[in-house]
């Protein structure tokens, strides 16, 4: 069973009818009646509701009838459904039917496709809604975000997708069964530190609905301030027990203790290549050594965590997270750890002004003027500052790691010795299930992050002085940011709606299969510490054309694995060279997946160990003493 369909259901006679009929219909029109099942948890009910269901149960056996006579409420139904059922996936939705069963199926398609996470819930993109579910909504909405502060624009769609075994977990840890059991749902999973993504799915209201005016606004917050209180009582009690646990007595002290102070962590919303390189790395560290990582906090997790082996401790929001790394080190960390890693993102965490141990600074990119382009003037000023002429002096002597020659040079130009720098590159990690054929038509793909400093709209423009030759061209744009109400802008303006296509957020997976469809990748950004996507597709056998600049010098080798552009009119020209010579293509393809297999995370631990010796080492040198450059290293770890 792949699949299973929670529908809580208390006298709903007027509307599990069209619901089952429905989704019964589609499912068994998709051939997927062995691969599906819907269980209708019918409560405390005294309509016909179940007679209805027993009807459909012959016509379409996949959809089974759970009747318990208790007043469950909707959540105590939803949990009652978990835990019966038999799917390696388990979803519920609401009896009304508010959302098309394929929208079900492509919600379920994405986590499927997503390994790396537990669970995906649905945001509305609205079609239709009353003024008064509207307003009670906002009200909702309002209240959940001040109490609880949820990462999620929708806490309350019915929708919601997760891996068995986080379901059943959640289930069995419910406290309020009513109508917010949704959040008390979300609430429990970020405290189990279960990786939740968010996506848009089409929601049209349906008729019917038994959420009262009366509901919205008295019982709905009184049953939010009994979660809030639950969760205080929790809080403390964590408190409680970690001042009484806080000596570590669990640290294996034949063991190097190796403290990672990072931005952010891997499950973390927003998480980007630099939270994968740094995972990758302290994962297979942690294989020899106890890794303890400490990293900001996030409203979807809690902030105490374990991830393949590594132990992290999650405190302060955003910028906060300076301080109390040096707060959190001060009372707990000094005394245990031998070694720390410090990495920078825009601005390091200045340990060497409070820490005496020894140290390695991993650095992905120097920003620049980046800073003016995305923060405020002060703000932008104040790291521009601190990482051009404050952090080489603090740093000075220090062992740096980072992940490219062009982040080498960077670091060389403000300051940092090469015989002191080491290069790890990032790896490529594709899961390919099948291999997909190119488009039949021609077709561009930009995936990543939709930021300003990523330019794409050079690709959108490229588009546009491209159509006239090559009037089937499509441009897949795949990623979420806060640059892309004006891009969307930006393609109405130019009217290329019918040619442009934005995929939102897309599972591994479909990842995957759009790198291997595409006939070439783009990637016009101002500035990129290695270029990682550029890597993945060119694993996959689409060669890229990107601007030439920091990184995707080093991640596209010019005229052989794709091409380097100074202006967008270079930029555009490439595209057009690669797009009318399948010849070309095909080769620059072929040298990019060699190109791309020479890398891998093992080789780029190796050098992360060979720091960590040499840095940690007791001996003093000598004449006579043993070196080992970066060079030297680099070359023996990757052999080219």
């Not at 977990?169 to 059991?181: E, P, V």
């Not at 799915?201 to 606004?217: A, Q, R, Y």
């Not at 120097?366 to 002060?378: G, I, L, R, S």
């Not at 982040?407 to 299930?433: C, H, M, N």
């Amino acid at each position: 069973m792949k699949l299973s369909i929670v529908i809580p259901a208390k006298n709903e006679e007027k509307r599990i009818n069209r619901t089952l009929k429905t989704y019964g219909s589609f499912f068994a029109g998709q051939k997927l009646s062995n691969e599906i099942e819907i269980i209708v948890v019918v409560n405390n009910t005294f309509d016909s509701t179940l007679k209805i269901i027993s009807e459909y149960s012959k016509k379409y056996p996949f959809i089974k009838a759970l009747e318990t006579k208790y007043a469950s409420g909707k959540g105590g139904a939803v949990s009652l459904g978990f835990l019966m059922s038999k799917g390696e996936y388990v979803s519920y939705i609401d009896a009304d039917g508010s959302v098309s069963p394929s929208e079900v199926l492509k919600l379920y398609n994405f986590i499927k496709e997503t390994k790396s996470s537990d669970g995906v819930i649905a945001e509305r993109k609205i079609k239709s809604m009353t003024l008064k579910r509207h307003i009670l909504s906002k009200f909702y909405n309002l209240i959940v975000s001040v109490l609880f502060d949820l990462p999620y624009k929708d806490t309350q769609c019915a929708v919601k997708i997760f891996k068995s075994e986080v379901a059943k977990n959640i289930a069995r840890k419910l406290s309020n069964t009513g109508w917010t059991f949704d959040v008390n749902l979300l609430l429990v999973a970020r405290k189990l530190n279960y990786k939740i993504l968010e996506k848009e799915i089409l929601w049209n209201e349906k008729d019917g609905s038994k959420f009262s005016l009366i509901d919205g606004l008295l019982r709905v917050p009184f049953e939010l301030f009994s979660l809030k209180k639950l969760e205080i009582v929790e809080t403390v009690i964590h408190l409680f027990n970690r001042l009484k646990t806080h000596k570590r007595k669990g640290i294996n002290k034949k063991k190097l203790n190796v403290l990672i102070l990072s931005f952010k962590d891997i499950k973390q919303p927003g998480a980007g290549g630099a939270e994968v390189y740094i995972h990758e790395i302290a994962k297979r560290l942690a294989k020899k050594h106890n890794i303890f990582m400490f990293t900001s906090s996030s409203t979807s997790l809690s902030d105490k965590d374990v991830i393949d082996g590594v132990n992290i401790t999650r405190k302060g929001r955003g910028l906060f997270v300076y301080f109390y790394a040096f707060i959190y080190y001060m009372l707990y960390f000094r005394h245990d750890m031998d070694l720390v890693i410090d990495t920078h993102k825009g601005i390091p965490f200045f340990t060497p002004l409070y820490s005496n141990k020894p140290k390695i600074l991993l650095v992905h990119h120097v920003h620049k003027h980046m800073w003016f382009d995305e923060f405020f003037f002060p703000l932008a000023l104040l790291g521009y500052f601190l990482e051009l002429y404050i952090m080489p002096l603090v740093y000075k002597g220090i062992s740096v790691v980072t992940v490219s020659p062009s982040s080498l040079t960077e670091l060389r130009k403000i300051g940092f010795d090469d015989k002191k720098t080491y290069i790890s590159y990032p790896a490529i990690q594709v899961k390919l299930k099948k291999a997909m054929k190119k488009t039949a038509n021609p077709t561009m793909l930009y995936l990543g992050r939709l930021k300003e400093y990523k330019r794409i709209e050079y690709a959108i423009r490229a588009l546009k002085k491209l159509l006239p030759e090559f009037p089937k061209l499509r441009l897949m744009i795949a990623g979420e940011g806060d640059y892309e109400k004006k891009l969307i802008s930006l393609v109405k303006k130019l009217n290329l709606i019918k040619h442009v296509d934005f995929l939102g957020l897309v599972s591994e997976e479909e990842k995957v299969k759009l790198m291997q469809k595409a006939w070439v990748f783009l990637m016009p950004s101002k500035v990129e510490g290695w270029g990682i996507t550029v890597m993945e597709a060119g694993a996959l056998g689409t060669p890229s054309v990107g601007t030439n600049v920091l990184g995707l010098r080093d991640s596209i080798v010019d005229s052989k694995t794709g091409f380097l552009s100074d202006s967008f009119g270079e930029f555009t020209s490439n595209i057009r060279r690669l797009l009318i010579n399948p010849n070309m293509r095909n080769e620059m393809g072929r040298n990019s997946k060699n190109r791309a297999s020479k890398f891998s995370w093992n080789s780029s631990a190796e050098i992360f160990e060979h720091v960590i010796e040499a840095v940690n080492s007791k001996k003093d040198e000598s004449l006579l003493s043993n070196k080992a450059y970066p060079w030297e290293v680099a070359l023996r770890a990757y052999l080219f």
